[in-house]
């Protein structure tokens, strides 16, 4: 049996409402204090959210026909994976983007809000009211719109924009989506099925119908914006950013052949989806950690904790981390969703970039937010732990280690 | 079989481990269960007919393959999808009699359709409350904040059907849900096998469910052009491969296999059924609804697929068709074909099940591996019906409107998608 190959990160890419591409968080991220959190508490009102920072998307999709059938989460998707085949120095030859892997969380490409609004205030008085609806939706629809919603169309537009076109497989549910794309590209490295990987998601956090589908399944927080922890006493809820995350990824043997420096390597990621009844998420997380083997005494374990900020999946984790601290552990946990907004499918690829960028900087980061659960701590943990506890269902953790 | 004959006989010729199917569902439009569907297939009926699930007037195309079988009223996309997925797990796992009723020892992996608010329920959220001061999404929003909607969740969660299913046959572990447009099915064949090969499980549960034929469903395919306008008999309308293909005819349907390891599969003394030979895959970038004009990437799937299953082009008995009867993919799949087997296409059948059953979208893949294997099982090629004028761009045999007999030891199924997504999914019968 030869050996498992080792997974390394060796592109970043990253958007959010901080900023463009994994330098410009690091600066941000590794002051003193943690930034101010951007916020946009009017346009989305009882909601907030974290809009995506200025970008000029013709950097990444020079043609504007290429835009134009691409949705605004397509878009920041696939400027967010360009910045990462850049980063990892893969952008330009075609024979490895000719098998680079792609393995992408998404979830549905936002609806044509006009026209949504428009039936819905005509259709009631219509003396047909499923031919309105027919005729409606057949002369309104944009006639690619469809193609702005599949979930995988976000990886069809970065083989069609990148040109990579090795594989291409999609992910959905949620944070967990995000969870299963990073753990199919690990396991396929580590079984010698693949060698070279792009993975990632991206959120447009700044529309009406997500917001919808998020209050319906009762996961929003309403009112100003505060941070993941200390949603906590007025119900929870998350507070969604716009994100784009990608990772390259890569066998080490494959890395070192063509001189890729790596920022960091993914040991583990491990999933389950337990039935959520009290104490369910808490217990599955614990013997997933348990997986990892993992020892108290070999030092601060940095924690970069996924939690949406959504109860009762917040306060599992919090028994989590506390059962962990029970047992000896010395964590340093830091909730990333305080201060760039919560992500669904790609904020765990956002945690990973960012428990990368902090293995490779030897850098962790101020507390996220003035809790209790966050307290000051200027170690420099080379292991990282980053965890998801889905708002609804689905507990996954990775880990991150230094590779030296 | 002497135990080192066993032995070679549980790996492939990379000395991965041999993966088996031991149970398979299906629902289509032609009934529920593999017995109704099979007969029916080989006897050339089509399931395609009228829409009766809402009114056509205003649509250019007012035929489809829907489920009227199963009955979910009313009628939604997760709720039709779901339970047609279960049915046909449910048959899959009873045939391969394996774990309990409530405990499958493996991974769900599940290709769904687009979770999303349908219609009546944006009429719902809009209407509950009709004197507020709001228009749009805006009072949906409002409405949905009052709590008392929370029985719509389901529609808009990405992995609902997955925790369902989960829940209802104990899987293990997270259940993947996966999307590759059309090419879903066979993603879920293909995630399988990798998972069973790397060791990390010895069975898995793949399903591909599609119920999507509402108003919406059916306009957004319209508008990209895709869909047949022969509405005029329905049961003419699918006619792959033929002069007077005018696109394909949307339908709903679920397929399911239970995939095993070889080995665990011998061990428990269970029945195979066939063997999962190999799985490849390319994407496309040139087009998000076309295929490249040279096939580059549906030809590299279908070399990738030979290659996984370390077998010779020439081996291949049948092709059970992506054959959507679009214009396009029709002649895109024949050049891609005969770029790989040259010559040996002539002599090599291939037949398209969406004759018969319409294009199932998400599931096709999966239904399509049920027939697939069903045709190695029964040796009876099914037909491709409607071929009644000859594309003479495309000379194939494609067992023409009748079935027909034959020992089929190795089938490609082929499964393409939006987005460049080509799969393909090579299974042949067991070793002797």
């Known amino acids: 049996m030869t050996q498992r190959e080792q997974v390394w990160i060796t592109g970043i890419g990253l958007v959010s409402s901080l900023g463009e591409g994994i330098e410009e968080h690091g600066q941000k991220l590794h002051g003193e204090v943690s930034p101010m959190p951007i916020i946009d508490s009017q346009r989305f009102a009882p909601y907030a959210v974290h809009p995506l920072v200025e970008l000029d998307f013709a950097k990444q999709i020079p043609r504007t026909s290429d835009q134009r059938q691409m949705e605004r989460w397509q878009r920041i998707g696939v400027y967010a994976a360009g910045l990462a085949l850049t980063d990892a120095g893969v952008s330009q030859d075609q024979k490895l983007l000719d098998r680079t892997d792609l393995c992408i969380a998404a979830g549905n490409g936002e609806r044509d809000l006009a026209l949504d609004a428009r039936i819905l205030a005509g259709i009631g008085a219509a003396d047909q009211p499923g031919a309105y609806l027919n005729r409606e939706l057949a002369a309104g629809l944009r006639p690619t719109l469809y193609l702005g919603q599949l979930s995988n169309l976000l990886a069809g537009n970065i083989s069609i924009i990148h040109k990579a076109t090795g594989s291409s497989r999609t992910f959905k549910g949620e944070e967990m989506a995000g969870v299963s794309a990073v753990e199919n590209a690990v396991k396929r490295i580590e079984g010698g099925q693949g060698e070279l990987f792009l993975v990632g998601g991206a959120l447009n956090a700044e529309r009406d119908d997500l917001l919808l589908g998020c209050e319906l399944a009762q996961g929003l927080y309403c009112g100003p914006c505060r941070s993941v922890w200390q949603r906590r006493d007025r119900g929870g809820g998350f507070v969604l950013g716009s994100v784009g995350a990608f990772l390259v990824l890569e066998a080490e043997s494959h890395a070192r052949h063509r001189g890729a420096m790596p920022y960091a390597r993914i040991a583990r990621i491990l999933s389950d989806r337990s039935r959520r009844r009290s104490g369910d998420a808490a217990a599955t997380a614990a013997r997933l950690f348990g997986a990892l083997k993992l020892g108290p005494e070999n030092g601060k374990i940095g924690v970069l904790s996924g939690a949406s900020g959504v109860e009762p999946a917040a306060g599992e984790e919090l028994q989590f981390l506390a059962s962990l601290r029970r047992h000896g552990f010395d964590l340093i946990v830091r909730a990333w969703g305080s201060v760039l907004g919560h992500s669904l499918e790609a904020h765990f690829f956002a945690g990973l970039a960012l428990a990368a960028l902090a293995v490779s900087k030897e850098a962790f980061y101020p507390p996220f937010d003035t809790s209790e659960v966050e307290s000051a701590d200027e170690t420099r943990p080379d292991r990282i732990l980053v965890t998801t506890f889905g708002h609804w269902r689905g507990e996954g953790l990775g880990l991150v280690r230094s590779v030296w | ?432």
Not at chain 2, 96 to 109: K, Q, T, V
Not at chain 2, 173 to 193: R, V
């Open chain 2, 1 to 432: 079989m002497r135990s080192q004959d066993v032995e070679s006989a549980c790996l492939d010729h990379k000395g991965r481990p041999v993966v088996a199917v031991t149970g398979m569902g299906v629902v289509t439009s032609l009934g529920v269960g593999k017995s109704h569907n099979w007969t029916k297939l080989v006897g050339g009926q089509s399931g395609i007919k009228r829409i009766t699930r809402f009114p056509t007037e205003g649509l250019k195309t007012t035929i489809a393959g829907t489920v009227d079988q199963v009955d979910v009223k009313p009628y939604s996309a997760f709720d039709l999808s779901a339970a047609i997925a279960e049915a046909a797990a449910a048959e899959a796992i009873s045939e391969a009699r394996i774990g309990s009723g409530s405990s499958f020892p493996g991974r769900l992996i599940v290709a769904t359709p687009p979770s999303e608010l349908e219609w009546p329920h944006l009429r719902r959220l809009h209407d509950a409350d009709p004197q507020r001061d709001l228009g749009g999404y805006a009072r949906l929003l409002a409405n949905a904040r009052t709590g008392e909607f929370a029985d719509m969740a389901r529609h808009v969660r990405f992995a609902g059907i997955a925790d369902r299913l989960q829940e209802r046959f104990g899987t293990q572990g997270e259940p993947l849900s996966i999307c590759t447009a059309c090419a879903s099915g066979a993603t879920t064949i293909q995630l399988g096998l990798e998972a069973i090969r790397r060791g990390e499980m010895d069975a898995a549960l793949c399903i591909g469910t599609d119920a999507t034929v509402h108003p919406e469903g059916l306009i957004r395919f319209s508008l990209l052009s895709a869909l047949s306008t022969a509405n005029d008999p329905p049961h003419k309308a699918s006619k792959p491969f033929s002069k007077k293909r005018d696109g394909f005819v949307i339908a709903e349907g679920a397929g399911a296999l239970v995939l095993e390891s070889y080995a665990a599969a011998r061990a428990r003394g269970a029945t195979v059924l066939g063997i999962v030979r190999g799985c490849g895959e390319k994407a496309d970038e040139y087009h998000r609804t076309r295929s490249k004009p040279d096939g580059t990437a549906i030809i590299g799937a279908i070399h990738k697929t030979l290659a996984d299953a370390g077998i010779a082009p020439e081996t291949i008995d049948y092709i059970n068709a992506h054959g959507t009867s679009t214009p396009e993919n029709d002649k895109m799949e024949y050049l891609s074909l005969k770029a790989v087997l040259g010559d040996h296409l002539r002599r090599t059948p291939i037949s398209s099940n969406k004759s018969m059953v319409g294009h199932t979208l998400i599931a096709a893949g999966s239904v399509e591996a049920v027939f697939s294997l069903l045709t190695i099982q029964t040796g009876v090629l099914p037909p491709t019906i409607n071929y009644d004028e000859p594309d003479p761009e495309l000379p194939l045999d494609v067992v023409p409107n009748v079935s027909r007999a034959a020992r089929v030891e190795t089938v490609v199924s082929n499964s393409f998608g939006f987005g460049g997504q080509n799969v393909c999914v090579i299974f042949s019968g067991e070793p002797a």
